[in-house]
């Protein structure tokens, strides 16, 4: 309830959102006992192995479109590698991130194992530079990342940055739309399209550009905007006005250069319709930039190297989704992509039990699985002759 409060999610989301949050709990539950072991290695010791060892206090800094699953993702396995965290959430959930210590408290962690802070962006740098200190997280725009990591470079610490994305959703010649379309929706528009990893350029092959267009606008029409109170609403709100006012002059700049609107382009305070935009080209801002709402850019394209290239073509490498019937060629293909996922067949999410993060501007470093557990640890290789 409080993130439908304080940012307008649906909530239906929101209670998914919590549930995702228990998945990962369950994930590490099961898994990190067996992933923290010691690694026993042959070499010309008598005995070798390595020891994964916490590294001491961790800053997490947050953002507010996944107000819970992003601070569990970044403090369960932290926590459970034997760090203590501590959590500078985002300034428009600030009542979330005292949700989540207090449950952290009422579930017997330690006092001060989890540790929300009630600052600012700009008293992040102080937090950093204390010797306590060891390791920051930072999910969230560029500049943030940019800020945080030099800070934390200047003082020889480690930085985990999980940052902007614009993937691409690319529908080849012989993709199955029926299959494709449903996902095209969700993929774009969960959250109100607020997520990193969503959907954002369309690079559909143009023998089915059209047909897409028409059959994606019908989906998107049925979407039920309103409030996000009401359990049957799948698109509210954005987070904050100023940030619909940023999709609507990305959008409105998209248009003065030739793009055009195939449903929606109007807001309304902080509500931004769906919306489908047709005849963009890589100079503009919905395709050059992160659209952080629930707008499609849609392009054709002709061949799979244009768009390898296309999708390539933006300084953010977090994912890309490919619908295609030829699963085995796109499979080896995929390393032609510049990013940290490559989905087949399916739209590109986080899961528990696989590793989560970008290349390029969109960050370094990873979240989840056991590359996620191990970011914040000491590697120690003991060696006895
Ligand atoms: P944001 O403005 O960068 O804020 C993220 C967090 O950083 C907030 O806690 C914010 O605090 C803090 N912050 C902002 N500027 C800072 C600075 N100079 N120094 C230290 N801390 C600073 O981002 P947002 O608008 O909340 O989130 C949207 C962005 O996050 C999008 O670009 C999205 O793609 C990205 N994101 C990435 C992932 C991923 O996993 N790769 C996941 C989700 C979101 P205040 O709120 O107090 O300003």
Redesign the pocket.
């Known amino acids: 309830l409080q993130c439908v409060l304080e940012m307008g999610k649906p909530i239906k989301q929101a209670i998914a959102e919590v549930e995702k949050c228990e998945l990962l709990c369950n994930y590490y539950l099961d898994n990190a006992a067996s992933m923290m072991a010691p690694l026993h290695l042959a070499s010309d010791a008598r005995e070798s192995f390595v020891a994964y060892e916490p590294l001491g206090v961790i800053l997490g800094?947050?953002?507010?479109?996944?107000p819970y699953w992003?601070v569990f993702r970044f403090a369960i396995p932290a926590i459970i590698a034997g760090n203590c965290v501590v959590v500078?959430?985002?300034?428009?959930v600030a009542g979330c991130a005292q949700l989540i210590e207090e449950l952290f408290t009422e579930a017997g962690f330690p006092k001060g194992v989890y540790q929300n802070l009630l600052i600012?962006?700009?008293q992040?740098?102080a937090i950093i530079e204390h010797p306590a200190i060891k390791g920051v997280s930072?999910?969230?725009?560029?500049?943030?990342g940019a800020?945080?990591a030099s800070v934390a470079a200047s003082h020889i610490k480690k930085a985990v940055l999980?940052?902007?994305?614009s993937n691409a959703f690319i529908v080849c010649a012989d993709a199955d739309l029926e299959k494709a379309i449903p996902v095209a929706v969700k993929a774009r528009m969960q959250n109100t399209g607020q997520?990193?990893?969503a959907a954002k350029r369309f690079l559909v092959h143009r023998s089915l550009h059209d047909d897409f267009v028409m059959r994606y606008k019908d989906a998107v029409l049925k979407l039920k905007c309103g409030d996000p109170m009401d359990e049957t609403t799948d698109i509210g709100p954005l987070a904050r006005v100023d940030l619909a006012e940023q999709i609507e002059k990305q959008v409105n700049e998209s248009v003065k250069m030739g793009a055009k609107i195939i449903t929606g382009g109007r807001r309304n305070d902080a509500f931004y319709e769906p919306t489908i935009l047709t005849g963009v080209t890589t100079d503009m801002p919905v395709f050059k930039e992160?659209i952080?709402g629930p707008v499609a850019a849609v392009l054709p394209f002709d061949n799979f190297e244009e768009a390898v290239k296309l999708s390539n073509g933006t300084e953010f490498g977090?994912g890309v989704q490919i619908f295609t019937e030829d699963i085995e060629g796109v499979k080896s293909k995929v390393h032609l992509f510049e990013e940290g996922a490559v989905f087949i067949n399916a739209m590109v999410k986080s899961d528990p039990a696989l590793p989560?993060g970008?290349v390029k501007k969109?960050?370094f470093g990873r979240e989840l699985a056991e590359n996620g557990l191990k970011e914040f640890v000491n590697v120690k290789t003991v060696y006895i002759k």
């Open positions: 800094v947050m953002p507010w479109n996944f992003q500078k959430h985002a300034s428009n600012s962006g700009d992040v740098k930072v999910t969230g725009s560029e500049k943030a800020s945080v999980e940052l902007g994305g997520s990193c990893i992160e952080f977090l989560f970008g969109s960050g």
